[in-house]
């Protein structure tokens, strides 16, 4: 029987706590050894997010997986921090009639009883990194209502002493692009309004779409 591992870090943290890719590989080199699996190649992604689709170690790792394989992964933190993501390669795994071993959360889905909790630690999964982006967002909040300094000092501000003292010129601008959005401008084309109008970010440097966002969500924050 061959097995497939991946394994996976998004930070340096993670690293630190344990769970590093050397870790993880020690790991499923260990249960293939006692569960009589040939490992054929571990595939890693390393800094990259659980949240996103272009993971090429993962794209491997599922391309070289055939029927009677198993994917081998650490925890499904690993493999994905969404459902929709979950039931996805859930779904690709099945067709290719490749089994799931999760180290962790001990899940092989050789067996039906295997697939429902898989299924549901998805589930679960996805609720933890909702739980975790609704706290920051709310501590974001409560920093932002009493004035003090809650990230990079945003545009329409200046930090003084810790805490965040308003820039009129900066601010009347943000006024402006909020009701540019609120009227359906899109973001590239307030972004390049802002550029013809020689008006520069923060740290001095051009507007982008995904600048324009961001400060849009802060103000909402």
């Known amino acids: 029987m061959k097995a497939v591992g991946y394994i996976r870090v998004s930070t340096q943290g993670q690293a630190e706590e344990g769970v590093s890719l050397d870790a993880q590989k020690a790991k499923i080199e260990a249960w293939c050894l006692a569960n009589d699996y040939e490992l054929a190649a571990i595939y890693e992604d390393a800094g990259i997010s659980g949240t996103r689709a272009d993971r090429e170690g993962l794209h491997q790792a599922m391309n070289n997986t055939t029927k009677g394989d198993a994917l081998v992964v650490y925890s499904l933190s690993r493999l994905t921090r969404s459902t929709k993501d979950m039931l996805r390669l859930s779904e690709e795994l099945e067709r290719r009639g490749t089994d799931l071993v999760s180290l962790t959360e001990k899940i092989d889905t050789t067996t039906a009883a295997g697939k429902m909790v898989f299924r549901m630690l998805a589930v ?74 020689g008006i520069e970010g923060k740290r001095g440097g051009k507007w982008y779409a995904s600048t324009v966002s961001y400060l849009i969500k802060r103000q909402a924050a």
């Open 124 to 197: 679960l999964n996805e609720f933890e990194r909702d739980q975790i982006a609704e706290r920051t967002k709310a501590a974001l909040s409560h920093k932002k209502a009493k004035g003090e300094k809650y990230a990079p000092v945003p545009f329409g501000y200046k930090e003084v002493e810790g805490r965040l003292i308003e820039v009129k010129r900066e601010a009347k601008i943000v006024a402006e692009i909020l009701e540019q959005r609120e009227q359906g401008s899109t973001l590239a084309a307030i972004a390049d309004q802002l550029n013809t109008r």
